[in-house]
């Protein structure tokens, strides 16, 4: 197993960077008065999934402080699967990419739980 030094080395903060800059761009297309309610806040939210991972890792020699930042990361996963519901609702985007993204934020979120269950995985 091949020792991981940054956080960028880690598969799900990649993908959270990229499902989160996927989100970014996506979200251009949003109208104008949702500028300060939906688009703020699913840009948010995806953001601070991939940022929470960076702090978690960097507080792995402390379990708690490590579970805890991945504790949060989750709840911001969940938060963007439910931005991504009302960006769907509102027909901002399609079931299709809806679907892909939601499927995204299920892998993200069953990493982060694993990463839970087993932190002396990660201490240091």
């Avoid at 109208?31 to 688009?39: A, H, I, N, Q």
């Avoid at 978690?56 to 963007?80: C, H, I, M, N, Q």
């Amino acid at each position: 197993m091949k020792l991981i030094r940054t956080h960028k080395e880690l598969a799900v903060y990649q993908l959270a960077f990229e499902t989160a800059m996927e989100i970014f761009n996506i979200s251009k297309t949003f109208p104008k008065e949702e500028k300060y309610s939906l688009t703020d806040q699913i840009r948010r939210s995806s953001r601070s999934v991939a940022s929470n991972i960076a702090e978690a890792f960097r507080k792995r020699r402390y379990p708690k402080a490590f579970v805890s930042k991945l504790s949060d990361a989750e709840g911001e996963a969940a938060e963007t699967q439910v931005w991504l519901d009302f960006a769907e609702a509102c027909e901002y985007i399609d079931s299709k990419t809806h679907d892909d993204l939601y499927y995204k934020y299920d892998h993200i979120l069953g990493m982060i739980v694993k990463m839970i269950q087993e932190p002396e995985k990660w201490s240091i």
